[in-house]
Structure formats: structure tokens, C-alpha cells
């Protein structure tokens, strides 16, 4: 199995389920209501829906990056407002959650292993390199995985 494949496979499981850690993602988001998504049990923080959609946006500035583009994501991208707060609506969000990360995880499974040591575009770093992203969009979705679990509890 290549690299990227295992990668893949990584993101696949963080999002969509079979994770060492526990729950993933989508097994978090499985029975939350639009009124949980949208609530706001600590003051300041952000919802669940909002995170969602920020976990989207994310996967989607990494599925650019493959895609050759130098991507600067705005404050408006990087956290949307919830305008709509229905149940439709949200599963609208989630299922534009999903048709992302899917899009994501197809690029990477089809990405040869030696791209996977290019910089990405825009960026300085010699060790900002696309294997770097990637593993850091797996760490992402899980960090903010773990604080939706709590504010499902909440």
C-alpha cells in the first residue's frame, strides 16, 4: 500500500469511523439535532455547527492546496455564521461537510508518493510539504472531533 493510501485511509477513519482513538467524526455528529449544532453551552465558544463547517472549510483548503492553489482562507470562510438554524439546514451543512471530505480523501488516494514531499503552494517552509498537511488536516478533524463530543454532552 502506498503512502498516500494510508493517509487516505487515515482521513477516512478520523472522519467516517473504524479510529484506534474512538468515535470519529461523523459517529460524534451521528444524532445531533440542529438545535444542538446550533446552541452555545459556553459563552464565547464556538457551536458545534459552526466547527463543522469550520472542519470543511479546512478540508477544502487542503483539497486546493492538491490542486495547485496558493490558498489564504478568510475569517468568514474560516468560521461561518450559521444564518439558518433548521433541522434541513443542517443536514444540509453535514452533507456538504461529507461531500468535501470525500473529494478530499478521493485526491489523496490518488496522489503518487512523491508529491507527497512537495512544499505547498504558498508556502516557505521547506517542512510545509504536503504529507505534513495531510497528517495535520487527520490531527485537526480530531481535535475538533473532541470538543464537539463535549459539547454534545453539554
Same mark, same amino acid.
Given at each position: 500500500?502506498?503512502?498516500?493510501?494510508? *493517509?487516505?485511509?487515515?482521513?477516512?477513519?478520523?472522519?467516517?469511523?473504524?479510529?484506534?482513538?474512538?468515535?470519529?467524526?461523523?459517529? *460524534?455528529?451521528? +444524532?445531533?439535532?440542529?438545535?444542538?449544532?446550533?446552541?452555545?453551552?459556553?459563552?464565547?465558544?464556538?457551536?458545534?455547527?459552526?466547527?463543522?463547517?469550520?472542519?470543511?472549510?479546512?478540508?477544502?483548503?487542503?483539497?486546493?492546496?492538491?490542486?495547485?492553489?496558493?490558498?489564504?482562507?478568510?475569517?468568514?470562510?474560516?468560521?461561518?455564521?450559521?444564518? +439558518?438554524?433548521?433541522?434541513?439546514?443542517?443536514?444540509?451543512?453535514?452533507?456538504?461537510?461529507?461531500?468535501?471530505?470525500?473529494?478530499? *480523501?478521493?485526491?489523496?488516494?490518488?496522489?503518487?508518493?512523491?508529491?507527497?514531499?512537495? *512544499?505547498?503552494?504558498?508556502?516557505?517552509?521547506?517542512?510545509?510539504?504536503?504529507?505534513?498537511?495531510?497528517?495535520?488536516?487527520?490531527?485537526?478533524?480530531?481535535?475538533?472531533?473532541?470538543?464537539?463530543?463535549?459539547?454534545?454532552?453539554?
Amino acid at each position: 500500500m502506498s503512502e498516500a493510501l494510508r *493517509i487516505a485511509d487515515q482521513l477516512r477513519r478520523a472522519f467516517d469511523g473504524e479510529a484506534w482513538h474512538g468515535d470519529s467524526l461523523f459517529e *460524534i455528529l451521528q +444524532d445531533v439535532t440542529a438545535a444542538q449544532a446550533s446552541s452555545r453551552p459556553i459563552p464565547g465558544a464556538h457551536s458545534i455547527w459552526e466547527l463543522a463547517l469550520h472542519i470543511a472549510a479546512w478540508d477544502d483548503v487542503a483539497l486546493r492546496s492538491l490542486r495547485g492553489f496558493d490558498v489564504v482562507i478568510s475569517d468568514a470562510e474560516n468560521f461561518q455564521p450559521v444564518a +439558518d438554524s433548521s433541522e434541513s439546514a443542517w443536514r444540509e451543512a453535514l452533507a456538504r461537510v461529507r461531500c468535501v471530505h470525500e473529494e478530499l *480523501i478521493a485526491a489523496v488516494a490518488t496522489l503518487p508518493d512523491s508529491r507527497l514531499e512537495e *512544499i505547498v503552494p504558498g508556502k516557505k517552509e521547506a517542512w510545509f510539504t504536503f504529507y505534513f498537511m495531510l497528517h495535520g488536516v487527520v490531527q485537526h478533524e480530531l481535535y475538533h472531533a473532541g470538543q464537539i463530543a463535549l459539547l454534545k454532552k453539554m
